[in-house]
């Protein structure tokens, strides 16, 4: 079972995930090559939070 920390962290972590998803649909929709590339970034930075927080909550031996 998932504690209530890492429900929690995999909380914000799914949530920034999301925000920064947006954030990269629409510089994709600008067609502005240098805002792409920066949310193409925040989104697999964001993505590796959301892996580390799994792998956090998955390991937890509570």
Wanted: glycine share 2%; hydrophobic share 40%.
């Amino acid at each position: 079972m998932i504690s209530e920390l890492h429900f929690k962290m995999l909380e914000n972590a799914n949530r920034e995930l999301s925000r920064r998803f947006e954030k990269l649909r629409k510089a994709r929709a600008s067609r502005d090559a240098d805002g792409i590339k920066r949310a193409e970034m925040e989104y697999f930075q964001s993505l590796q939070h959301l892996y580390a927080a799994v792998q956090d909550a998955v390991n937890d031996p509570r």
